[in-house]
């Protein structure tokens, strides 16, 4: 359960303070596959960096499993984004010279997994993603825009996070990749047990999910 | 694979770009150990130069040198209190005669030539010449034969301390016990082949007879060869001057309290001796080099700070540049540290291998620069001969200037903690760029 409570992010000093999160308050059920939507500057990614624990509100509170996280320590967050946050960003964000399995396998070296089944899990997600074995040892510059997202998208599966955000992870992808990953996500919600929230512009993809919120100006107006 | 082998990993990104700054960062290590190794070399020019000298000092009497100038000749009980002064180990006294052919019958091995005239007839004349003069009425120069140099001594541990001379040695029969007042001797070299002596031949001086006991050598020293040496206690004697000593060697226990034994000593024989000792000469023959020390010390911490420059800027360019990468990695769940330890890592990747470029420009360049260096320093040390050899035993400014670079394993280990150390100085501004950057700024830049 994801329950948020009165979120509040403000920038700026008080004589030009924007808040790009506003008052903002809702729940989210475990395993649920729910969409955020808004114009640009409505404060999604704002939004999505509070959950992630990227940022810290200004005020509120965002309660995960039972835990406030607005009130962690930075320790304790670096612990809650390697075990229970999974990211999907738009430009895949891979890094750059690690393969497509190193690059899955890395999240897991930080949750100080072995390297044995850092390797066995990794394998499993990317086939269970759709990468070929063939395509394991290659390189993000060497795999499609399509075959990438994949790839971060098991990387974001690795340590069974209970919350995956992806930021418009459709965004750079056509309309064909882009319903694949689509598919995948929602896919993935169910056999993985966890809770998926995508930002998102693509009004129809934000249709076939469980749950959508629309956010206009840092507030949630639906 | 894990944060360190991904810092290794990462130092091989882009070709080129690696290849450019282990060149850069390469030759200004290079140059740091180029600068490492030669002062070590001069160092160990001048400790070198020091040990040769020896740890010791010279009591002659007050206006007397060998057998020119004048004045009284110093007594043994005179030289008794130096041996309580602190850091004297020893006194060598020493006391020089010239036999003529009125009281051996050795022949000098030492031909007159036109010095030796020269130096004769002077000396006759400043006895007033003719019936007057020092050899009589009927000195011809052009007959003169040089005297035999007798050397008396009290103590024959070093033949070089005594002799004045470079590398001496007995090539054949055994030392004569300086101690007693037997009528033994050694024979330089010269001198036992020009009179056919060798061990146990027999000579005569002073209306007594000498036994050879011993034959020395010092290789190319012509005067050191054609003299004799015996007890002092024999030469005071014959030579009728009981308890008399025209100079003294003092040892000291370390080149450190030269200077001050050396006023000691003055200070307790007062007006009637010179004290002089091999720290002067020393000093301003070593000074060129020492400055040749001195700049390579600063030129090779110049060289550190640049390649710390060097690698701080470099590492502070990649950390900007991957800023987005930086902050998915802390989005996935590293800690600054994790981070900082992979950037560090990369550093000190970057560091060894132009480290390894360095070694090989300080192997080639070594030599040759640190030869540049010493010869292109204004060195003041004697050329050799006269006081200068006998101070510094032939240790002359071309043998001081003969300064050989090699590469030991202390410079190695010293080249291996200043790579490490610039990687370190080089990475902490990227470190604390790293720890400033947060991932929800990578997620605002999407």
């Not at chain 1, 459709?170 to 998926?196: A, Q």
């Not at chain 2, 740890?55 to 009284?72: D, L, M, Q, W």
């Not at chain 2, 005067?223 to 007890?231: D, T």
Request: proline letters at 3%; aromatic letters at 6%; charged letters at 15%.
């Amino acid at each position: 359960m994801l329950e948020v409570k009165n979120l509040v992010r403000t920038f700026g000093s008080d004589g030009s303070k924007v808040s790009a999160v506003n008052d903002i308050s809702f729940k989210v059920e475990d395993n649920a596959f729910v969409s955020i939507i808004g114009k640009s500057g409505s404060g999604k990614s704002t939004l999505l960096s509070l959950l992630g624990a990227l940022d810290k509100p200004t005020s509120g509170s965002i309660v995960v499993d039972g835990t406030d996280i607005a009130q962690l320590k930075d320790h304790s967050l670096i612990k809650y984004r390697c075990n229970k946050i999974g990211f999907v960003f738009q430009s895949y964000n891979l890094i750059p010279n690690l393969t497509a399995l190193e690059n899955v396998m890395l999240p897991m070296e930080f949750a100080k997994s072995s390297r044995f089944n850092r390797k066995k899990r990794a394998t499993e997600l990317l086939k269970e993603v759709g990468i070929t074995e063939d395509k394991l040892p290659r390189k993000p510059g060497k795999l499609s825009g399509g075959e990438q997202q994949r790839v971060a998208i098991a990387r974001a599966l690795a340590n069974s996070p209970k919350l995956i955000l992806a930021d418009e992870p459709t965004g750079n992808l056509d309309s064909e990749n882009g319903k694949m990953i689509f598919d995948l996500l929602h896919k993935l919600s169910k056999t993985e047990n966890t809770t998926i929230i995508v930002v998102t512009h693509d009004l129809t993809i934000a249709g076939k999910t469980d749950r959508s919120f629309k956010l206009s100006d840092g507030k949630l107006i639906k | 694979m894990n944060f360190f082998t991904r810092g290794i990993r990462n130092t091989f990104r882009n070709g080129i770009r690696t290849f450019s700054i282990i060149f850069i960062l390469g030759l200004s290590i290079g140059l740091c150990i180029i600068m490492l190794i030669a002062r070590d070399a001069v160092n160990k020019k001048i400790v070198e130069a020091k040990s040769s000298v020896g740890n010791s000092i010279t009591v002659r009497p007050a206006g007397i040198n060998g057998f020119e100038g004048g004045g009284s000749l110093l007594t043994t009980s005179q030289l008794a209190p130096i041996s309580s002064i602190p850091h004297v180990t020893g006194v060598t006294e020493i006391l020089t005669d010239r036999l003529s052919s009125s009281n051996t019958n050795l022949v000098s091995s030492i031909t007159a030539g036109s010095f030796g005239r020269r130096q004769a007839n002077i000396s006759n004349q400043s006895f007033g010449g003719g019936s007057q003069g020092r050899f009589g009425g009927s000195f011809d120069p052009s007959t003169f034969t040089p005297p035999v140099t007798i050397t008396g001594v009290n103590k024959l541990n070093d033949l070089d301390t005594v002799l004045g001379a470079t590398s001496a040695t007995l090539t054949s029969g055994k030392l004569i016990d300086a101690n007693s007042s037997t009528y033994t001797a050694l024979v330089g070299s010269d001198l036992a082949t020009k009179n056919n002596l060798k061990v146990g031949s027999t000579f005569n001086a002073y209306s007594q007879t000498f036994t050879v006991v011993g034959i020395f050598n010092s290789p190319n020293n012509q005067f050191v060869n054609s003299g004799l040496i015996a007890p002092i206690t024999t030469v005071q004697n014959l030579s009728t001057q009981t308890d008399q000593v025209s100079n003294a060697i003092v040892g000291v226990d370390s080149i450190d309290n030269l200077d001050s034994t050396t006023n000691a000593i003055s200070q307790k024989l007062g007006s009637a001796a010179d004290v002089v000792n091999s720290q002067t000469q020393l000093t301003n023959a070593i000074s060129p080099l020492k400055s040749v020390s001195s700049l390579s010390l600063i030129c090779s911490i110049g060289a550190a700070i640049a390649s710390s420059f060097i690698i701080l800027l470099i590492m502070v360019m990649i950390v900007r540049e991957r800023r987005r990468e930086i902050g998915v990695y802390k989005a996935i769940g590293a800690s600054n540290i994790t981070v900082m330890a992979q950037f560090a890592s990369e550093a000190v990747t970057f560091t060894l291998l132009a480290s390894l470029v360095g070694l090989i420009i300080g192997v080639l360049g070594s030599n040759p620069i640190t030869t540049l260096l010493v010869s292109n320093s204004n060195s003041t040390a004697p050329a050799g001969g006269g006081f200068g050899r006998r101070v510094f035993g032939g240790f002359g400014a071309n043998n001081l200037r003969q300064v050989h670079a090699a590469v030991g394993w202390n410079i190695l280990i010293y080249g291996l903690l200043v790579s490490v150390l610039i990687a370190l100085v080089g990475s902490l501004l990227s470190s604390f760029m790293i720890a400033k950057i947060r991932p929800a700024e990578v997620m605002r830049a999407e």
